[in-house]
């Protein structure tokens, strides 16, 4: 997760990117690497956004060039 961490916060140039294990929906557990800039950008009670599958992608592709660095 750390390296995958480190190209979120260069992507998103966020403040730092936050760890976090959910496992209340189903019987397992998923682990959630968000880009913080303030604590409330982890409140899960919020409306989930919902990015075009173009937007994903381009972010996608960001996130494994940096990877590939």
Known sequence: ???????IEKVFSCNRCGLIFVGL???LAHL???PLN???DIN???KKLSP???DLSL???KILA???R
């Not at 997760?1 to 190209?7: D, V």
């Open 1 to 7: 997760a750390k390296p995958i961490a480190y190209a």
């Open 25 to 27: 929906e189903v019987p």
């Open 32 to 34: 959630h690497l968000v």
């Open 38 to 40: 303030t604590m409330d």
């Open 44 to 46: 899960f009670s919020r």
């Open 52 to 54: 075009y599958n173009v």
């Open 59 to 61: 972010t996608q592709e």
């Open 66 to 68: 940096v990877l590939a």
